[in-house]
């Protein structure tokens, strides 16, 4: 069994879209980034490339290639997913959090653990995603942006 720990932060600014867990959720303003800026889906892949001690997201999608350049992060989750496994690893579970003053994440968490479990291909029991304000304190207080933690466990699988 290996454990990995995830961490992002994106900047939140207006005329960009909000789009969390793979979902587009109404709001006034959007994560910046150079791809979709799913914060909450690069602090669950910085947590797998953790446990895998396969590196980060940015060694895998660097932020200097244009293939990146808005590109849904679904797809970087389904290519992590998909370099697990061929490392042998499977994926036991994930505990994430969103860390966020607004908007209010809870009608949404559905769908995002829906759309993030078929792109792993886990069952939606082994993913738990919440999220929490910080009490109008710090940047995310002050709706400059918001933050993600994740955390894994991965199993090796056995051959047969
Ligand atoms: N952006 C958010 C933040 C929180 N929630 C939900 O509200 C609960 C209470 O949050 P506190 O920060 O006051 O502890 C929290 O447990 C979440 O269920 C949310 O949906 N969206
Ligand atoms: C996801 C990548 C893809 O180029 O770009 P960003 O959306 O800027 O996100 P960040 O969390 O800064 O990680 C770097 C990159 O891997």
């Not at 939140?12 to 303003?29: A, F, N, Q």
């Not at 559905?110 to 993913?127: C, D, T, W």
């Not at 002050?142 to 056995?158: P, T, V």
């Amino acid at each position: 069994m290996r454990v990995g720990m995830g961490y992002d932060v994106h900047r939140l600014t207006e005329d960009r879209d909000l789009i969390l867990g793979g979902v587009k959720i109404d709001w006034e303003k959007g994560l910046l980034g150079h791809s979709d800026a799913d914060v909450l889906i690069h602090a669950v892949m910085d947590a797998l490339l953790g446990a895998a001690a396969l590196g980060d997201i940015g060694k895998h999608f660097p932020d200097t290639d244009p293939a990146y350049k808005g590109i849904s992060s679904i797809l970087l989750l389904e290519h992590v997913t998909k370099l697990l496994r061929e490392h042998h690893y499977e994926i036991g579970n994930i505990d994430a959090t969103i860390i966020a003053q607004k908007p209010k994440m809870a009608p949404h968490i559905p769908q995002m653990r829906a759309n993030m479990a078929k792109a792993m291909g886990i069952n939606e029991s082994q993913l738990n995603i919440k999220a929490t304000t910080e009490e109008k304190l710090g940047f995310t207080g002050r709706e400059e942006g918001i933050a993600s933690q994740a955390i894994c466990l991965l199993n090796e699988r056995k051959e047969s």
